[in-house]
C-alpha cells in the first residue's frame, strides 16, 4: 500500500505530497468568486447612476447567493458524470458572462439578472468542486483542509473589493465588472486543470493518521436524517444573520458610523480577514468539538456584536469595526462548520450530492437575510432596529444548537 502511494503522482510530485497544491490552487478559484461578497463597492455608483432604491440595490446581491445555492445540488449531483475539470470550466465561463452582462445594464432588472442570476449561477456551479476534490484528498485532515481552501472565498474581498473600488476610481463601475469578469474567467478556467479527484481507495492508500472525532456510522437517508434539520437549521438562520449584516456592511459604515467611502471599504477588507480566518478555524475544530459547541460559539458572536450595534452612533469607529468583524467571523465560521459536519454526520463517499442539499440553507438565509437590511432601511430610515432583530435571533441559535445539533443516535436514524 505504501508502495501505490509513492507511485501515484499529482503536480509532479508523489501525491501525498503534491495534493496539498490543490488547497492554494482551490483558494484562487474561491478568490475569484468571492466577489460576490464586495458588491457593497459596486452598489453605490450603480444605484446612483440607474436610481435605485436600497432594497432594489440589494436585490442582484440577494439573487447572486440564491442561485449560487440553488446551482449546488445541482452541480453535486452531476459532478461525478461531468467531471470537476469540465464542471469548473463550465462555472468560470459563466460567471464571466455575468459580469459582462452586468457591465452593460441599462436598468435594475438588467443588472440583477447579470450579477445576480447569472454570475450567481456560475459561483453555484463552480464553488463546491474545490471543497469536494480537497475533502476527497484528505479524508485524514478533512476539516482543515477544507476550511483552509475557503479561506479563498472569504478573504475575497480583502483584495477584491480595494481593487474593485480602484477601478471604478481609475475607469468606471462598467468597466471594473468588465475586467473583473474577463480575468476571473481566465483564472478559473486554467486553475480548472488542476482540479480531479484521487483514484479509487486513495483513503485506503495512505499511512495510519490520527483521526477527528467522528460518528462511526451513518444515516441511510440524508432527508430522513434527524442531524440533517437540525444542520440545515442552523445553517439557514448563521446565514440569514451573517448575510443580512455584510451586505449593508459599507452602507452602516458611511451611514451610521459617518466614514468616507474609502474608509468604509476599507472597513470591508478589514472583515474579510476575519470572514478567511474563521474558516480554517472553525473547520479545525469542527472535526475535534461537539458540534454543538461550534454552533453556540458562532451564535454567542453574533449576539455580542449585535448588542454592540444597537447602541453605535456616528464616530463609534471601534464599537463597529469589533462588531462587524464578529459578524463576518461567525459567516465564515459557518461556511466551514456546514461543509465540515456535512463529512462527519454523513457518509463521505456522498459529500458532493449531500452538501449541495445542506447548502439550500444558505440560498434561504440568503434571499431572506440580503432583503431584510434593505427594507428596514426603507421603512425605517436607518439600518439600526435590524440589530435588534438579529439579536432574538441569536438568542434561537443557541438554544437550536445546543439542544438538537448532533449527530443521530445510532439507534434511531430515521425522522419518524
Known amino acids: 500500500m505504501a508502495q501505490q502511494v509513492q507511485m501515484l503522482k499529482l503536480f509532479g510530485q508523489p501525491a501525498q505530497r503534491g495534493r496539498w497544491f490543490l488547497i492554494p490552487l482551490g483558494m484562487l478559484i474561491l478568490l475569484c468568486l468571492g466577489t460576490v461578497y464586495s458588491w457593497s463597492i459596486f452598489r453605490a455608483p450603480l444605484a446612483a447612476e440607474l436610481g435605485l432604491s436600497a432594497t432594489a440595490s440589494l436585490l442582484p446581491y440577494a439573487l447572486a447567493l440564491v442561485f449560487y445555492a440553488l446551482l449546488m445540488p445541482i452541480t453535486g449531483a452531476y459532478l461525478p458524470r461531468l467531471g470537476s475539470r469540465r464542471l469548473t470550466v463550465v462555472g468560470g465561463l459563466v460567471v464571466a458572462v455575468g459580469y ?66 480602484a477601478l471604478i476610481q481609475a ?44 460518528v462511526a456510522h451513518y444515516p441511510p437517508s440524508l432527508l430522513r436524517s434527524r442531524s440533517f434539520y437540525a444542520l440545515w437549521s442552523c445553517y439557514a438562520l448563521g446565514t440569514f444573520i451573517g448575510l443580512s449584516s455584510i451586505g449593508i456592511s459599507g452602507a452602516v459604515a458611511q451611514e451610521v458610523i459617518g466614514l468616507s467611502p474609502a474608509g468604509a471599504a476599507a472597513s470591508v477588507s478589514f472583515f474579510a480577514l476575519f470572514n478567511g480566518l474563521s474558516r480554517p478555524l472553525m473547520g479545525w475544530l469542527s472535526d475535534r468539538w461537539p458540534p454543538r459547541y461550534v454552533g453556540m460559539t458562532m451564535f454567542s458572536c453574533v449576539l455580542a456584536a449585535s448588542l454592540i450595534m444597537t447602541t453605535a452612533t456616528v464616530g463609534d469607529v471601534v464599537p463597529f469595526l469589533v462588531a462587524f468583524a464578529l459578524l463576518w467571523f461567525s459567516l465564515g465560521g459557518w461556511l466551514a462548520i456546514a461543509p465540515t459536519l456535512t463529512l462527519r454526520f454523513f457518509n463521505p463517499a456522498d459529500y458532493a450530492k449531500n452538501y449541495g442539499v445542506v447548502f439550500t440553507a444558505y440560498g434561504v438565509g440568503a434571499l ?9 432601511r426603507d421603512r425605517l430610515g436607518s439600518y439600526s432596529a435590524l440589530f435588534y432583530l438579529l439579536a432574538a435571533l441569536a438568542v434561537l441559535g443557541i438554544v437550536l444548537a445546543a439542544t438538537f445539533l448532533k449527530p443521530d443516535p445510532p439507534t434511531s436514524t430515521a425522522v419518524e
Open 171 to 214: 475607469t468606471s463601475v462598467r468597466t471594473a465588472l468588465q475586467i473583473l469578469g474577463i480575468a476571473f474567467g481566465v483564472i478559473i478556467v486554467l486553475c480548472a486543470q488542476g482540479m480531479r479527484f484521487p483514484p479509487t481507495g486513495w483513503a485506503q492508500m495512505l499511512p495510519q493518521t490520527p483521526t477527528s472525532i467522528g
Open 368 to 376: 431572506l437575510g440580503t432583503l431584510v437590511g434593505g427594507q428596514v
Open 100 to 165: 459582462l452582462g452586468a457591465s452593460i445594464a441599462n436598468s435594475g432588472l438588467m443588472l440583477a439578472m447579470g450579477y445576480g442570476v447569472i454570475a450567481g449561477m456560475g459561483v453555484g456551479i463552480t464553488y463546491g468542486i474545490p471543497m469536494a476534490v480537497v475533502a476527497a484528498w484528505f479524508p485524514d485532515r478533512k476539516g482543515l483542509a477544507v476550511g483552509t481552501t475557503i479561506i479563498g472565498f472569504g478573504l475575497s474581498p480583502l483584495i477584491t473589493a480595494p481593487l474593485a473600488n
